[in-house]
């Protein structure tokens, strides 16, 4: 069973407009949500983290994270064609004594189509 | 500026035939490395951490079987055995002070065509 649960599959909107990404954990030791960015051709590259209750604002992206239901978005305003590509959310574990904290578990991904 | 090096970038395998891959860390900043695959339907797995020069790690997944050796402290490989579909492997690496908040980075990857 995916631990991650992304959607949706893939979103299309108009240039200047709202892409919305959402992701639920099923694992409550899930404590630290990264949004990572894709496009064709290259690796992924961290967008944002979020690590606690709430909205994190970065330009035209604000995360939104809500430990209790585990659950975490992502919103892109003002979207451009350049913002089209791959995104997922990834978690990983906490606790200090952890060894895992590289280990990211990734959502399934979300295709973006931002038309002109 | 560039953290990872991966080589090959592309290669074609015969079927049954194992593959070796390079990952080359630029910044020793970031000692953290590890590999992840993704698959054809482009989801991404961990596959290994190796923190320290002699680490090896053997994995079985759908599709291929895995060992990765860290050679040195910038130097991580992985072979790529029985594989059956196509993938992409990816070097990561993040940063000294490691840990839940520290941000991986992903090299360009490395894909792979079964023939």
């Known amino acids: 069973q995916q631990k991650v649960q992304q959607s949706p599959e893939s979103l299309s909107v108009p240039e200047g407009g709202m892409a919305s990404f959402n992701c639920t954990s099923s694992d409550r030791n899930f404590q630290y949500f990264w949004w990572y960015r894709q496009h064709s051709g290259e690796g992924p590259k961290a967008l944002m983290?979020?690590?606690?209750?709430g909205d994190k604002k970065e330009g035209r992206f604000t995360a939104h994270l809500n430990k209790a239901s585990l659950h975490v978005s992502l919103h892109i305003r003002d979207s451009q064609p350049s913002d089209s590509a791959l995104y997922f959310c990834?978690?990983?574990?906490?606790?200090?004594?952890?060894?895992?904290?590289?280990?990211?578990?990734f959502g399934q991904g979300t295709s973006l189509s931002v038309v002109p | 500026v560039t953290l990872l090096e991966q080589n090959p970038r592309w290669r074609l395998v015969p079927r049954g035939q194992a593959v070796n891959l390079r990952c080359i860390l630029k910044?020793?900043?970031?000692?953290?490395m590890s590999w992840y695959q993704q698959d054809l339907q482009k989801q991404l797995q961990w596959l290994f951490t190796l923190r320290s020069p002699g680490d090896k790690e053997v994995k079985s997944l759908p599709g291929a079987d895995y060992l990765a050796t860290r050679v040195t402290d910038t130097e991580l490989r992985l072979q790529v055995a029985n594989m059956s579909q196509g993938r992409t492997l990816y070097c990561t690496c993040?940063?000294?002070?490691?840990?839940?908040?520290?941000?991986?980075?992903f090299g360009p990857g490395t894909r792979l065509t079964v023939l």
């Open positions: 993040s940063g000294r002070d490691w840990g839940p908040y520290a941000e991986q980075f």
């Open positions: 990834a978690a990983s574990e906490g606790g200090i004594a952890s060894s895992s904290f590289s280990k990211l578990v």
């Open positions: 983290s979020i690590f606690s209750d």
């Open positions: 910044n020793s900043q970031y000692p953290w």
